[in-house]
């Protein structure tokens, strides 16, 4: 992944520049869309997918009834399904048949990662340093758990396809 502290500096100037007439969603999406692709599946293309559509979803508070740590935890775990698609053979094969992730399969841990982090927060009453890099350090915690099997076409005769269970690193 790329530097939590370069996410939680470019979150904190786009929420800080905010006039509160404009959604910062999209340029909040747009930061985390370039964050997430700079993460490592091995098998797997992640610069190729993503619906930044889901992440302004998850970063709009515009809308009370959607503005929620369950919608954040959906629409992020929702986005990162869509993220991986084959890439580069990894593991000796000639090609990448599929990247079958399994993000969808950790929102309730995502979910209570938010919700930890926004407790704690009501809690303890006092400013978070680096709010953004705790919370996508969190986030990203759990979606390291998520496996993705990726199929490569093995170089044998006839040539056979073989999975490998990999996690985002």
């Not at 800080?16 to 999406?29: C, E, F, M, R």
């Not at 953004?132 to 396809?161: H, N, Q, R, W």
Request: net charge negative.
């Amino acid at each position: 992944m790329l530097d939590l502290d370069t996410l939680d500096s470019e979150f904190s100037r786009i929420v800080k520049s905010a006039d509160g007439k404009t959604s910062v969603a999209p340029q909040l999406a747009k930061a985390y869309d370039d964050y997430a692709k700079g993460g490592v599946i091995l098998g797997a293309d992640l610069s190729a997918g993503g619906d930044k559509s889901l992440l302004e979803s998850a970063f709009s508070v515009l809308d009370p009834s959607s503005g929620t740590p369950a919608n954040m935890a959906a629409r992020l775990c929702a986005y990162w399904q869509g993220l991986p698609k084959p890439g580069i053979p990894s593991h000796g094969g000639v090609a990448v048949v599929s990247v079958i992730p399994t993000f969808a399969a950790v929102q309730a841990g995502v979910l209570a990662a938010i919700k930890a982090l926004v407790d704690a927060q009501a809690a303890s009453k006092q400013e978070v340093q680096k709010p953004y890099k705790k919370l996508f350090g969190a986030i990203e915690d759990v979606l390291k758990t998520a496996v993705c099997t990726v199929t490569e076409t093995m170089p044998t005769t006839p040539p056979s396809p073989s999975p490998f269970p990999e996690t985002l690193q």
